[in-house]
């Protein structure tokens, strides 16, 4: 097996793992958004609204439309470091533990700086010389960096909560 087939199996394989994670927290999501009232959970609906926002839906949408661009490991390092941050802004969420959600929101800006690096690193080919393409670049590196201020609010947000 040559290289290049082995990268683009290595490639498929990250791809279908970021979209089957991403859709599985949006369905997580949704069935905690179906228990939240019944149960009375009080941090349900914000629950809800992370899984499905937060970890889930970019996931998806970066294993849907951008994993092609994330050469080698850094494509795995990505999926480890999103979910252990979101694992840690949840747990430290739920359980009113600020110092763990500060930890969880740092450990996201590192998956998200690095799309942002390799999105405004990534050069125009003629393939993706579209106006759509382009259109769409510039969407993505928009939705990137308001994630990356909206961690800091969020993080504000932690602390005001738990006192």
Same mark, same amino acid.
């Given at each position: *097996?040559?290289?290049?087939?082995?990268?683009?199996?290595?490639?498929?394989?990250?791809?279908?793992?970021? *979209?089957?994670?991403? @859709?599985? %927290?949006?369905?997580?999501?949704?069935?905690? $958004? #179906?228990?939240?009232?019944? /149960?009375?959970?009080? &941090?349900?609906? !914000?629950?809800? $609204?992370?899984?499905?926002?937060? $970890?889930?839906?970019?996931?998806?949408?970066?294993?849907? %439309?951008?994993?092609? !661009?994330?050469?080698? +490991?850094?494509? !795995?390092?990505? =999926?480890?470091?999103?979910?252990?941050?979101?694992? #840690?802004?949840?747990?430290?969420?739920?359980?009113? =533990?600020?110092?763990?959600?500060?930890?969880? @929101?740092?450990?996201?800006?590192?998956?998200?700086?690095?799309?942002?690096?390799?999105? /405004?690193? +990534? &050069?125009?080919?003629?393939?993706?010389?579209?106006?759509? $393409?382009?259109?769409? +670049?510039?969407?993505?590196?928009? #939705?990137?960096?308001? *994630?990356?201020?909206?961690?800091?609010? @969020? /993080?504000?947000?932690?602390?005001?909560? #738990?006192?």
């Amino acid at each position: *097996m040559s290289y290049e087939t082995g990268a683009n199996v290595s490639q498929a394989l990250l791809q279908q793992w970021l *979209m089957i994670i991403g @859709g599985v %927290f949006v369905l997580l999501g949704g069935a905690v $958004a #179906a228990v939240t009232s019944p /149960l009375g959970i009080e &941090k349900g609906s !914000w629950l809800a $609204a992370y899984l499905v926002l937060v $970890a889930g839906v970019p996931v998806y949408l970066v294993g849907q %439309f951008i994993a092609h !661009w994330l050469a080698g +490991r850094g494509g !795995w390092a990505l =999926l480890i470091g999103w979910n252990l941050g979101n694992a #840690a802004v949840i747990v430290g969420s739920l359980l009113s =533990l600020p110092l763990l959600v500060d930890v969880g @929101g740092i450990v996201l800006l590192i998956p998200l700086v690095y799309l942002l690096w390799i999105a /405004l690193q +990534r &050069k125009i080919t003629v393939e993706d010389s579209s106006r759509a $393409a382009v259109i769409a +670049r510039w969407l993505l590196i928009a #939705a990137l960096v308001i *994630m990356i201020f909206s961690i800091p609010v @969020g /993080l504000v947000l932690a602390h005001l909560r #738990a006192q």
